[in-house]
């Protein structure tokens, strides 16, 4: 595998992470717990998609196939899909939502401030941009995070199943396949190892003010950077990817 | 507590750039201050209008009533000679 | 006695000094005097436009996750997340006179408090996104401009904002049946279909002719309503029929014509049957509209309980400190 095979995957995966997310966000329009919540949640979600054109449009470059943003968003199948795990699955409550909204953006905060300083200028200014809207998206997740934790004896117990449950798909965020690990020694793609502890600290520190307890470090799934999902992923791309595979001559 | 809450209400002014006056955009609802500045960035600057906000508790805004305006405003009204153009000034003057 | 002539003698000064405002154009606002007429007929309708807005976003919302490309779920999520703000501006300007949020969100539930009927109708297709957002975002636009001008302050300061952020909704649906029309056959026959089913239900929205409507009178009196529904019906047809054409859509109309001497499109009777039948209850989305907005409003209870509950905690710490 070449370096710009590489680096094509890995702008895929970062895409398809902002796509996925984005999608189980947009779900909550019109669902969320009051008016204003609906609001921030939709602009969450519109953040990720230009986040998600950037990154797609830029893997279709690299690809060089002349594949574009919504080529590879519409028309890949589910094993050719590399989101992380924790990104697909369902909302559940909105205490689930907080914290993969948490879990993910404190990973986000991290992992784009390094990313900011790569190698490669294109990933970099992307990288630059990002930072500044998970930076919000972590605000207002921690805020959420520590209100329903220390808020009624109910919301504690939704936080922290919510974090329980949603535990096992962090283990995932960290990992380093051959191909990063190429691109990262030559400065292009970022270094997990720092950026999994300043994320265990933060997130300790939140789980702390919430008074929830650390869930244990037990069992963690994985596989997306292989394209093995869970069986939810199947039903996001049945359901966005309908009018593009039902009507394939046409454009919208 | 009511036995279900829509949150408290909050009154939002916003800044459109930087060293510009305060105006009042609208309001929203929120449990608590860092709630209702997220929510009135949320719900006020999805066009980019703002650069900075204010949220006050909305009961805590004091407001004069329409019904008094005679008596709050009117006296206001023949005070002429707080005004520039009052005065009669000498011809030939400069930078005055 | 005595002391009742002079109230009846305040109550009537002030009722002179109200109307003496409204027809100098003077805007209303919330702490002055109005009678009880005027705040009732506004309270209905902001909170009706309020609820209107938000039972709005479920028919859109129902295409977010099957748009067919990433720019039109970017502006569909964004338009849907423009119509949510836009019923908080409107439940915050009826809040203005004296109803707090919950108090209007009970009455939608209750079934006190109506929201506008054409949201009673299903979104079936892509085209019907394309549909409202042309027709049904068009009918409310001729509305809402119209209303900038309503003489309550806060509701003419909603509309005023409201407006200029509407502005792109009506474009994004025409887009959607323009590009539409270019495509394939199916795609075609998708959008005039949407066209026929869309048609018709966005003419009701105006609501009933002059003639039959029961509000009217009081309300252009006090300058809430500044047009009347069959004007600003007229008005919205006449600036369509030419946008249909343009991308080769046919109104579903055989008797529409221009008529030279009105200088207006003359069209078919409306089907005033169904409008009623709608409004009582039998459209095919009324309950589905409202079984959603309940359950998440009671979904979301014990997050709202939460944030309060987390409030008062943080309330109670700051005066033992």
Redesign the interface.
Same mark, same amino acid.
């Given at each position: 595998m070449t370096e710009q095979d590489a680096l094509y995957k890995y702008c895929l995966r970062l895409g398809d992470d902002a796509?996925i997310h984005s999608?189980r966000l @947009? %779900?909550w329009? @019109?669902?969320?717990?009051? $008016?204003? #919540?609906? $609001?921030?949640l939709?602009?969450f979600?519109?953040d990720m998609?230009?986040r998600? *054109?950037l990154l $797609?449009t830029y893997a279709g470059q690299l690809e060089g196939k002349g594949r574009t943003?919504?080529d590879l968003?519409?028309r890949r199948s589910e094993r050719e899909y590399f989101n992380h795990l924790l990104l697909e699955l369902p909302n559940g409550?909105?205490a689930h939502t907080i914290a993969r909204l948490l879990f993910s953006s404190v990973w986000e905060y991290y992992f784009f401030n390094e990313l900011q300083h790569s190698r490669d200028t294109t990933l970099a200014a992307i990288a630059a941009k990002t930072v500044k809207e998970v930076k919000y998206h972590m605000?207002?997740a921690t805020?959420w995070a520590?209100? $329903?934790g220390?808020?009624?004896e109910? @919301?504690n117990h939704?936080m922290q199943k919510a974090i329980d449950d949603l535990w096992m798909y962090t283990g995932e965020l960290f990992e380093t396949d051959e191909q990063t690990a190429i691109l990262r020694d030559k400065n292009i793609a970022a270094d997990m190892a720092m950026i999994k502890a300043k994320w265990r600290q933060e997130i300790e520190r939140i789980i702390g003010e919430a008074t929830l307890t650390m869930p244990k470090d037990e069992y963690m799934q994985t596989g997306s950077s292989t394209g093995i999902h869970t069986e939810y992923l199947g039903h996001?791309l049945s %359901?966005?990817q309908?009018? *593009?595979r039902a009507?394939p #001559?046409?454009?919208? | 507590m009511a036995t279900d809450s829509q949150l408290m209400e909050w009154e939002v002014f916003m800044q459109s750039k930087p060293g510009a006056n305060y105006i009042h955009a609208g309001s929203v609802h929120a449990s608590d201050k860092k709630m209702a500045l997220q929510n009135a960035r949320d719900t006020y600057t999805r066009r980019g209008e703002g650069t900075s906000i204010w949220v006050v508790p909305s009961d805590a805004i004091v407001a004069s009533n329409p019904d008094d305006n005679d008596m709050f405003f009117d006296p206001a009204n023949d005070k002429v000679y707080r005004l520039p153009t009052y005065y009669v000034m000498p011809e030939g003057a400069k930078a005055i | 006695m005595e002391i009742l002539e002079k109230t009846d003698k305040i109550h009537e000064d002030m009722l002179k000094t109200f109307e003496q405002k409204i027809d100098r154009g003077d805007a209303i606002e919330p702490r002055g005097h109005m009678p009880d007429g005027y705040r009732k007929h506004l309270l209905r309708q902001i909170s009706q436009h309020a609820h209107s807005e938000v039972i709005g976003m479920q028919p859109e919302g129902n295409w977010i996750t099957r748009a067919p490309s990433l720019r039109a779920k970017q502006i569909l999520l964004a338009k849907i997340q423009d119509e949510g703000g836009h019923g908080l501006y409107l439940y915050s300007a009826a809040e203005t006179l004296g109803i707090s949020r919950e108090e209007m969100i009970d009455q939608l539930h209750s079934g006190k408090a109506k929201y506008s009927n054409i949201f009673n109708y299903p979104a079936l297709t892509w085209a019907d996104i394309g549909a409202i957002g042309w027709l049904v975002d068009g009918a409310a636009i001729v509305n809402q401009v119209s209303l900038q001008r309503t003489s309550y302050g806060p509701y003419s300061r909603a509309m005023v904002r409201i407006c200029k952020e509407e502005s792109f909704h009506q474009r994004q649906g025409y887009e959607i049946m323009a590009k539409m029309m270019k495509g394939t056959k199916d795609q075609q026959a998708m959008a005039q279909d949407a066209m026929n089913r869309w048609w018709w239900p966005s003419l009701m929205m105006f609501g009933p002719h002059d003639t039959e409507s029961p509000h009217t009178g009081d309300a252009v009196k006090w300058k809430i309503k500044r047009q009347s529904n069959d004007e600003l019906r007229q008005k919205f047809i006449d600036k369509t029929v030419q946008q249909a054409e343009v991308i080769g859509l046919t109104i579903p109309d055989k008797d529409l014509k221009w008529n030279e001497d009105k200088r207006h499109y003359d069209h078919g009777p409306i089907n005033w049957d169904e409008f009623y039948r709608v409004i009582n209850g039998n459209g095919q989305c009324n309950k589905q509209r409202m079984a959603h907005h309940i359950k998440v409003h009671n979904a979301g209870a014990w997050v709202r309980a939460a944030a309060e509950a987390y409030r008062q905690k943080k309330e109670k710490q700051l005066l033992h400190l």
């Open positions: 796509l999608y @947009s %779900e329009c @019109s669902n969320a717990p009051i $008016l204003e #919540e609906d $609001l921030a939709t602009n979600a519109l998609i230009g998600a *054109q $797609l943003d919504d968003a519409y409550d909105f605000a207002h805020d520590i209100r $329903l220390d808020g009624t109910e @919301s939704r996001i %359901e966005m309908y009018l *593009q009507y #001559e046409a454009t919208w | - | -």
